[in-house]
């Protein structure tokens, strides 16, 4: 059996092509890459980091879990009064998600350049904000709230919603600028105001990836929420600072078990909404 003319054609056309580099792209290439490993190696000579004591280090490590946060006092995370901390820290990363949420869908619309009300002072102001917010990271935040309002969940709260709106915006504007201008435009021509262009003609082209984003960014947030305590925001943080500064090692060990299991437990969660989403596209 013999193959057609078109099909030897199209086999042909899609046979691999080899090419090789040729000057100047060849040495800007090795260049690069010869320019990355000085860097590297400047930066370790520079720094003075004693790589001798890299590997010896696991071993260390071993050692000290083994000696000192080993077993974890389990007991010691059941307990009501630290489960009541827990509670306390989810709730932080909920409220934080969503009231960044809810600020970052009007702030991606505005930091959105082809939907933006006025690209010359309202895009600029909305991007300000959003890079604000993503600039400073959510620790240096709560540092600063508790400064300011003290110890407790309220400082807590505003921080970590001060970071979702940043992390948030400047995904939902990404995700407005990158729309299908057709259908805007169609509903521009009727007359249809500024709120019912968006309502309309961007909400459901983006519904799937602010879905999306908005579970990623819970997921996040409750990342953040079960350390900023340490820094005087309360919840599952503050325990663990408190026995960290009394040097009670096994209680250490068993705060941190409890943290992984819930951002595991969150992360498991987060994919299947994230895959129930990816169904209803």
């Given at each position: 059996m013999t193959m057609g003319n078109s099909d030897h054609i199209g086999a042909v056309a899609v046979a691999p092509q080899w090419r090789r580099f040729r000057f100047p792209a060849s040495l800007i290439r090795y260049?690069?890459?010869l320019g990355v490993f000085l860097l590297l190696g400047y930066s370790i000579e520079y720094l003075e980091i004693p790589l001798e004591r890299l590997f010896p280090m696991f071993g260390k490590i071993g050692h000290l879990?083994?000696?000192?946060?080993?077993?974890?006092?389990?007991?010691?995370?059941?307990?009501?009064?630290?489960?009541g901390s827990v509670v306390d820290t989810i709730q932080m990363a909920y409220l934080s998600a969503l009231f960044?949420?809810?600020?970052?869908?009007?702030?991606?619309?505005?930091?959105?350049?082809?939907?933006?009300p006025h690209r010359r002072f309202v895009y600029p102001l909305a991007r300000l904000v959003t890079m604000l917010g993503r600039a400073v990271h959510e620790m240096i935040w709560t540092i600063l709230f508790v400064s300011i309002l003290g110890f407790g969940m309220l400082p807590g709260v505003l921080a970590l919603t001060v970071f979702?709106?940043?992390?948030?915006?400047?995904?939902?504007?990404?995700?407005?600028e990158a729309i299908d201008m057709g259908p805007v435009e169609a509903i521009k021509a009727t007359g249809a105001s500024l709120f019912q262009v968006f309502v309309y003609g961007v909400i459901p082209q983006v519904r799937v990836a602010f879905t999306g984003i908005a579970i990623y960014t819970?997921?996040?947030?409750?990342?953040?929420?079960?350390?900023?305590?340490?820094?005087?925001?309360?919840?599952?943080?503050?325990?663990l600072k408190r026995n960290v500064q009394q040097i009670e090692t096994e209680r250490v060990?068993?705060?941190?078990?409890?943290?992984?299991?819930?951002?595991?437990?969150?992360?498991v969660v987060s994919a299947w909404a994230r895959a129930k989403v990816a169904k209803s596209k």
């Open positions: 260049g690069v890459v879990v083994t000696d000192r946060y080993y077993p974890a006092d389990i007991d010691y995370i059941l307990d009501a009064t630290y489960l960044g949420l809810l600020i970052s869908v009007p702030l991606g619309w505005f930091a959105s350049y082809n939907m933006t979702c709106t940043g992390f948030a915006a400047k995904l939902f504007a990404e995700e407005i819970w997921d996040v947030a409750f990342r953040a929420a079960t350390v900023v305590g340490f820094f005087g925001a309360g919840g599952m943080g503050w325990y060990a068993a705060i941190l078990l409890s943290i992984v299991v819930l951002v595991l437990l969150s992360e």
